[in-house]
């Protein structure tokens, strides 16, 4: 019986196994054999065949928490990787034995890679370096030429004398008169049909008055007339919408609507969030100096009762937009005197014999230096000054240009360039005319046809000589408008655009001075 004991024992016990929980140094397990030899840790003898005993892990964290492995047989043990490691071995050895796969070089359209801005840099490097060999090549040729009491000189003849100056003080008398119509005709003094009379007399006048004093006063200069005519023809464009939009109210008075708001003048406008803060006018309590000399010096040609206001003045704003307007309008002059000038001088002798390869090399030349001062101009008008003015104004909307260097087409740059005008001819020019029934292409050669005489008005009456280059310039915009939208799109499009502008700009400047010199100064540069 003992011998039976004891061949049970072993066996029974060698299944239990008692696992210590851990308080001390180490928490071993102890086999309940009740061998010394065992306890001590040696390794009990094994048996021949049979597979090892079961091996308990050592516990896995301080919390008490003991993760209980299966011994695995003694082959499998021997086995040298696991699937997983045997699927890494083989992803490790394809990729070394191929490195192609199928796909597109960045510059190929199809590879849609769009990220060029380290191009772009390169181009605005080259740019600046190219242009400061021309500075450096002018100034070596030609020394400092700027000169500011040369500058003053281009608007005054005589110190004494202000006739460009007397000329803009005297267009008071135009506001005044279209206010003083829109007030007996709001009250019914006079008839619809005698309120348009006079204003149709008014409007005529500001445009004929200024030209006929510029024409006929020899001490008025270029530039001092073309600042005057610039003026009276945004004062024309202003009191022309002044007088729709009021008509507008009383059209809509006499429909007996119960209340006006700014949604009958310009529906299309949001409310600015500071506009609360302004009273709110309706028809005709608008009829007012404040209300009239607002929108005169306000930077927007559409007028309408109740603008949208921003709700403070920010000082700090305002000051840097003063700062740039001061610096880019001596950068302006700079430019012209040292670099322009000069260019336009020597562009004289090839224009006068007919060297033609002569004269494209003059234009060319003189292509660089308009189109940077057409480019820092219009910032320092439709950014700085503008802005300027609608802070100090407290005026919102200040959407003055859009993203014209996008441009794809010449439609979309002219729409987009000069907003204030863009959203005049929309309102009281073009959509009125397709309201009327006019084909929409007419509508906008309309548009262009009344943009080039204007273009065409601020050059040659200044200068006192008429020769309609603005005016076809301009009018080529038709045709070129229609073969861009036609055959070119997208980057060849915008090309195209830049393109015109760039070379298309000094063609009239090289026309209008080469006509001026040979009027003024007999054909002799």
């Given at each position: 019986?003992?011998?039976r004991?004891e061949?049970r ?8 196994t008692t696992i ?10 102890k086999?309940?054999?009740g061998?010394k030899l065992h306890?001590?840790g040696e ?11 079961d091996e ?5 964290n ?21 699937p997983k490691?045997q699927?890494s071995?083989v992803?490790d050895i ?11 070089s960045?510059?190929?359209?199809a590879s849609?890679?769009s990220n ?13 370096l190219s242009n400061a060999?021309?500075f450096l090549?002018?100034?070596?040729k030609?020394?400092?030429l700027v000169?500011?009491i ?7 003849k ?11 003080i005297?267009?008071?008398?135009f ?8 007030r007996?005709l ?5 008839s ?9 007399f008014?409007l005529?006048?500001l445009?004929i008055f200024?030209?006929a004093?510029?024409?006929?006063v ?7 007339g073309?600042?005057?005519?610039g ?7 202003k009191?022309y919408s002044?007088?729709?939009?009021n008509?507008?109210?009383r059209?809509?008075?006499?429909a007996?609507a119960?209340?006006?708001?700014r ?10 969030n500071?506009?609360a ?5 309706s028809y ?9 000399y607002?929108?005169v010096y ?7 009762l ?11 704003f305002l000051?840097?937009?003063?700062f740039?307007?001061v610096f880019f ?8 005197q040292q ?5 336009i ?9 007919m060297d033609f ?8 030349k003189?292509?660089?230096?308009n ?8 910032y320092?008008?439709?950014h700085?000054s503008m802005n300027?003015?609608?802070e100090?104004?407290?005026?919102g909307?200040?959407e003055?240009?859009?993203?014209w260097?996008?441009?794809e ?19 009281h020019f073009y959509k009125?005319m397709?309201?009327k029934?006019?084909n929409k292409?007419l509508a ?6 009344v943009?080039?005489?204007f273009?065409e008005y601020l050059v ?19 045709p070129?408008a229609?073969?861009?939208g036609?055959y070119?799109?997208?980057?060849y ?8 502008l760039i070379?298309g ?9 080469h006509d ?7 054909g002799?540069?």
């Amino acid at each position: 019986m003992s011998d039976r004991a004891e061949m049970r024992g072993p066996t029974s016990r060698k299944r239990r196994t008692t696992i210590s929980g851990g308080g001390g140094g180490g928490g071993g397990v102890k086999q309940a054999n009740g061998s010394k030899l065992h306890d001590a840790g040696e390794k009990p003898p094994q048996c021949p065949g049979k597979a090892k005993t079961d091996e308990v892990s050592r516990h896995a964290n301080n919390n008490g928490k003991v993760d209980r492995e299966m011994g695995m047989s003694g082959q499998q043990q021997q086995l040298p990787n696991s699937p997983k490691k045997q699927r890494s071995a083989v992803e490790d050895i394809n990729e070394r034995l191929s490195c192609h796969i199928l796909q597109e070089s960045l510059l190929s359209s199809a590879s849609g890679y769009s990220n060029y801005r380290g191009i772009l840099n390169w181009c605005v490097v080259m740019l600046v370096l190219s242009n400061a060999r021309l500075f450096l090549e002018n100034i070596i040729k030609y020394g400092i030429l700027v000169d500011p009491i040369q500058v003053v000189s281009l608007f005054l003849k005589d110190p004494y004398s202000w006739p460009a100056a007397c000329l803009i003080i005297v267009s008071n008398v135009f506001i005044l008169a279209a206010l003083y119509t829109e007030r007996r005709l709001a009250v019914g003094t006079i008839s619809e049909i005698t309120g348009l009379i006079l204003h149709f007399f008014n409007l005529t006048a500001l445009l004929i008055f200024p030209s006929a004093t510029i024409l006929t006063v020899t001490s008025i200069t270029p530039v001092g007339g073309v600042l005057s005519l610039g003026i009276y023809t945004v004062l024309f464009l202003k009191l022309y919408s002044y007088q729709d939009t009021n008509r507008w109210c009383r059209e809509i008075r006499h429909a007996k609507a119960k209340k006006l708001t700014r949604s009958y003048s310009c529906p299309s406008v949001a409310q600015s969030n500071g506009s609360a803060v302004h009273a709110h006018v309706s028809y005709p309590g608008n009829l007012t100096h404040r209300d009239m000399y607002y929108f005169v010096y306000a930077p927007t040609l559409c007028y309408q009762l109740n603008f949208p206001r921003s709700p403070r003045i920010r000082k700090t704003f305002l000051i840097r937009r003063l700062f740039e307007m001061v610096f880019f309008m001596q950068l302006l002059v700079g430019l012209i005197q040292q670099w322009m000038v000069p260019t336009i001088q020597n562009s004289m002798k090839p224009f006068q014999e007919m060297d033609f390869s002569r004269m494209m090399e003059r234009l060319l030349k003189l292509a660089v230096p308009n189109h940077l001062i057409w480019l820092i101009f219009f910032y320092w008008f439709f950014h700085s000054s503008m802005n300027f003015m609608a802070e100090l104004l407290q005026f919102g909307d200040r959407e003055f240009y859009k993203d014209w260097w996008n441009s794809e087409s010449v439609t979309y740059f002219w729409a987009n360039w000069n907003i204030p005008v863009h959203k005049w001819c929309l309102r009281h020019f073009y959509k009125p005319m397709l309201r009327k029934g006019v084909n929409k292409f007419l509508a906008q050669t309309a548009v262009f046809l009344v943009s080039a005489f204007f273009h065409e008005y601020l050059v040659s009456v200044p200068l006192k000589m008429f020769r309609l280059w603005a005016f076809m310039g301009m009018m080529a915009q038709v045709p070129l408008a229609w073969f861009v939208g036609r055959y070119l799109t997208g980057n060849y499009g915008n090309a195209a655009v830049w393109m015109s502008l760039i070379i298309g700009q000094p063609v009239a400047v090289l026309m209008y001075v080469h006509d001026y010199y040979v009027i003024h100064y007999g054909g002799t540069t």
